[in-house]
């Protein structure tokens, strides 16, 4: 059974920094891409970042480029976001996925506000 498991969510102020964790199980994590996506109130879901499956591959949606930086630890079986810098426009519920049956995290609420 595949599972994604995000955390590391929260309120922060604009200017500040979030990093986001997302724990997977039930397939190889090694061996596949894994990406980001978000979706803010009203909007539709947006990819923000992908890995590929050893790492040496990322990229990045123009919005987030140069702010976020995303990252894997295959030891760990974890995907990481880490997100600085921070806008109010980068306020939304941010969701984890692997193609692995096209499954994804819960997703995980982050609030940038004064």
């Known amino acids: 059974q595949v599972q994604l498991v995000e955390s590391g969510g929260g309120v922060v102020q604009p200017g500040g920094s979030l990093r986001l964790s997302c724990v997977v199980s039930?397939?190889?994590?090694?061996?596949?891409?894994m990406r980001w996506y978000r979706q803010a109130p009203g909007k539709e879901r947006e990819l923000v970042a992908s890995?590929?499956?050893?790492?040496?591959?990322?990229s990045y949606a123009d919005s987030v480029k140069g702010r976020f930086t995303i990252s894997r630890d295959t030891a760990k079986n974890t995907l990481y976001l880490q997100m600085n810098s921070l806008k109010p426009d980068d306020t939304a519920v941010y969701y984890c996925?692997?193609?692995?049956?096209?499954?994804w995290g819960q997703g995980i609420q982050v609030t940038v506000s004064s």
């Open positions: 890995i590929s499956y050893d790492g040496r591959g990322t």
């Open positions: 996925f692997t193609g692995v049956r096209d499954s």
């Open positions: 039930g397939f190889s994590f090694g061996n596949y891409g």
